[in-house]
């Protein structure tokens, strides 16, 4: 067997693992600076799921309505279900136009209004005054905003010179006796080599694990990698009971159509013809946020309403923007409609589903971009040398809810504020801290098992089993008694994890190798929603569990969301698969706090 003293291994100041949004803008910041910063990316740059973006990022310019960033502060709040990190919120509110404004002069190709400024459209949770009236906040290049801002970033890199490691799987951290991170260890897809990079700081910005569901927006390559390695490293995962469903994926295909359309105008129907969401939300309507649509959309179905010979399906009909508009707002969305629904959006309704998007849990960080853990003494204190951005942290800013354009925005946010931190803080004259002897010995026995294990099962099948059981026990609606059967399915299938086998065991791109291991990061992930899910004996947010509804008509009634016993943060842990909490913070850095009341749109 290979020994950690024989790998070989190459020193940088600062390792990324992540070259999508987030990823991105830390390594622009810090390349700038002059650091030797190095960016590993399991496909090339610009295919990480930053590109497939549509809708647009979140900033009060105002160019369009009135706006300022107390309504955007407002509005994430709420849509957090008052989960969300208030100080977090109001720094990412703040610095939402400079970090837009950044972009714009990088050369990002936004729309633009007829006086040359940025075009903005209504997106679902976003108001002016205070939840009066929808806003124009999503600062959009036509439905490709994730595509232009991701090319903006990946040539603005190239300019300053940051090293990319492309086609490189990031395995596992490496942390020393004090428990400070000091690198990670990585598998060269090409030849099948491990490495062992060494780093003063290391930064995770792997993105989400919507692969652990099996209908998913998300890219193929989103298993949640950063997840995996965190836990395995002993940091907890925060509030990974919070999924978030998009209202309007392609039925049966999962593909996603923007938020963006019905920002322009588009609406759901339901088999009657009617649009319902008039009924649920008088104010925002179809612009409500996405865990309410998603919950209104299955109720319609469930109640009979759906649409289609199975009425299993919501319609979203857009042909009344005329094809104008369609054609120069959302031209990408025309195209999914024709090639995935084989529908003409300009002549007929698409049949849509609720489908998973988005992870509002991940590894909990301050707003440096910081890694944080229990101290303890019921304070948090940081993981020197581990930083972690994007969507597979959690800082909070998204809460049991995340407002679609708010992603994008936190990549830039807090990708920028990382990056800034470690430049701020890196010394440059110190040496690279000595390497424990046993650095790559975790790595090492994964591959060694995943070798010896001839008989063991294909990682393809059991990753299908954590998918089915995934949407199964913990989708749109949960109740107690699927969860507590979910967890049970998935504790059982961890174990199967740890029987999966190689047949082939060639080294040169060895992609049997790669999803073998991304599988032992999937079931991290999936290990930690349900057991946190199950755990939650509330609704809130994204987490409805209809044990814990309360009933329509008795808004006394004391089931709902349950401040009281569950306004705190989850912490997951992979060890023991338990369970600890910490608190909201519920006060921003300069403002008045936003006190927790019921929400309507
Ligand atoms: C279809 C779709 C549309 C969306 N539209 C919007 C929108 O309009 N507005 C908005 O705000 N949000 C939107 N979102 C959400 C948002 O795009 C994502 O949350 C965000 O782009 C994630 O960025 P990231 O930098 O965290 O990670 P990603 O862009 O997912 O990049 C992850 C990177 O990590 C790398 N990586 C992962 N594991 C490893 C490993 N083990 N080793 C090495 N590298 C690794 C990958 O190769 C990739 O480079 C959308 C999401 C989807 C799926």
Same mark, same amino acid.
């Given at each position: 067997m290979t020994q950690t003293s024989n790998l070989p291994r190459r020193r940088f100041d600062v390792v990324i693992v992540g070259a999508g949004g987030s990823g991105m803008r830390a390594s622009l910041q810090l390349a700038r600076a002059g650091l030797n910063v190095a960016v590993l990316s399991?496909?090339?740059?610009? /295919?990480?799921?930053?590109?497939?973006?549509?809708g647009g990022i979140g900033a009060s310019l105002g160019n369009m309505s009135e706006d300022n960033w107390h309504y955007h502060f407002y509005d994430t709040v709420k849509g957090s279900d008052w989960l969300g990190d208030q100080d977090a919120i109001e720094f990412m509110c703040r610095e939402a136009p400079k970090v837009v404004y950044e972009l714009e002069h990088m050369g990002m190709p936004f729309d633009r209004n007829p006086d040359g400024t940025i075009y903005q459209r209504p997106f679902g949770g976003h108001t002016a005054n205070y939840g009066e009236k929808p806003v124009q906040r999503a600062c959009a290049a036509a439905d490709r905003t994730g595509h232009a801002m991701l090319h903006t970033l990946y040539q603005q890199n190239v300019a300053a010179r940051t090293t990319f490691f492309v086609e490189w799987m990031a395995l596992d951290l490496i942390r020393d006796t004090d428990g400070d991170v000091v690198g990670v260890t990585a598998l060269e897809m090409e030849t099948g080599d491990v490495y062992i990079l060494e780093a003063k700081a290391t930064l995770l910005a792997t993105g989400g694990a919507g692969r652990i569901y099996a209908a998913s927006t998300n890219a193929f390559i989103n298993t949640g990698d950063g997840l995996g390695m965190a836990a395995r490293a002993g940091i907890p995962l925060q509030d990974m009971e919070f999924w978030q469903f998009h209202p309007t994926g392609v039925a049966g295909a999962g593909v996603l159509l923007t938020e963006g359309c019905r920002g322009e105008g588009a609406i759901l129907l339901n088999s009657n013809g009617e649009r319902f969401m008039e009924r649920y939300a008088p104010t925002l309507k179809d612009l409500a946020p996405r865990d309410f649509v998603s919950r209104c959309m299955d109720q319609e179905i469930k109640e009979g309403r759906g649409c289609g010979p199975n009425k299993d399906y919501i319609l979203l009909k857009l042909d009344h923007l005329g094809p104008e508009t369609i054609h120069k707002r959302l031209p990408s969305v025309y195209e999914i409609g024709i090639n995935f629904a084989n529908v003409d959006i300009t002549k007929e309704p698409i049949p849509v589903v609720p489908t998973i998007h988005y992870q509002m849990g991940g590894i909990p960080t301050n707003i440096n971009g910081q890694v944080v853990v229990p101290d303890g003494n019921g304070g948090q204190k940081v993981v020197n040398g581990l930083y972690a951005v994007g969507? @597979?942290?959690?800082?909070?800013?998204?809460?049991a809810n995340r407002l679609g354009t708010n992603s994008l925005l936190d990549l830039l946010v807090f990708g920028r504020a990382a990056g800034n931190h470690i430049v701020a803080n890196l010394d440059r004259a110190r040496e690279h801290k000595p390497l424990p002897k046993d650095a790559a010995d975790r790595t090492l026995a994964r591959l060694a098992r995943l070798e010896s294990c001839r008989d063991g099962e294909y990682a393809q099948a059991v990753a299908n089993d954590i998918r089915q059981t995934m949407q199964q026990h913990a989708g749109v609606f949960r109740t107690q008694a699927s969860m507590d059967e979910g967890v049970r399915k998935i504790n059982a299938l961890r174990e199967r994890v740890a029987n999966i086998g190689l047949k082939d065991h060639s080294k040169v791109f060895n992609t049997a190798r790669i999803e073998a291991l991304e599988v032992e990061n999937l079931i991290e992930a999936a290990q930690a929603t349900m057991t946190s899910a199950a755990a939650r004996k509330e609704c809130r947010g994204a987490h409805t569990v209809k044990d814990y509804e309360r009933p329509a008509?008795?808004?006394? @009634?004391?089931?709902? /969301?349950?401040?009281?016993?569950?306004m705190k943060h989850t912490l997951w842990w992979s060890e023991t698969n338990s369970l600890t909490y910490k608190p909201v913070n519920l006060k921003p850095l300069t403002v008045e706090s936003i006190p927790p009341k019921v929400r309507t749109f």
């Open positions: 399991k496909v090339f740059p610009t /295919r990480s799921h930053t590109v497939a973006a549509q969507e @597979c942290s959690c800082v909070s800013v998204h809460g008509d008795d808004p006394e @009634c004391p089931l709902g /969301r349950n401040d009281k016993e569950w």
